[in-house]
């Protein structure tokens, strides 16, 4: 199982989007200087890509319920930026 999980981070990793995601996503959108849709649709790339890194952490600490809920939105906030 442990080596499942790993397969999947490094999935994730070496994914285009998650390594733009270095600062934030929405540095990422500035860097890239996006605007209009192709900001909003990199954006939203980009939190999906967050949310799977971040359940998938989550899921690697073992965390449930209330905890899992509140690690999770730290952690696509942090990711996201604003």
């Known amino acids: 199982m442990k080596y499942l999980a790993l397969a999947a981070m490094a999935a994730l990793l070496t994914s285009g989007a ?3 995601m270095g600062a934030t ?3 990422g959108a500035t860097e890239k200087k996006l605007a209009g849709a192709a900001k909003s649709s990199f954006l939203k790339k980009c939190e999906g890509d967050a949310k799977s890194a971040c359940d ?3 899921t690697e600490k073992k965390l449930s319920g ?5 690690f ?3 952690c696509v906030q942090d990711k ?3």
């Open 66 to 70: 209330a905890a899992r809920t509140s």
């Open 56 to 58: 998938a952490s989550a």
């Open 18 to 20: 998650y390594a733009q």
């Open 72 to 74: 999770t939105k730290k």
């Open 25 to 27: 996503c929405a540095a």
């Open 80 to 82: 996201v930026g604003s």
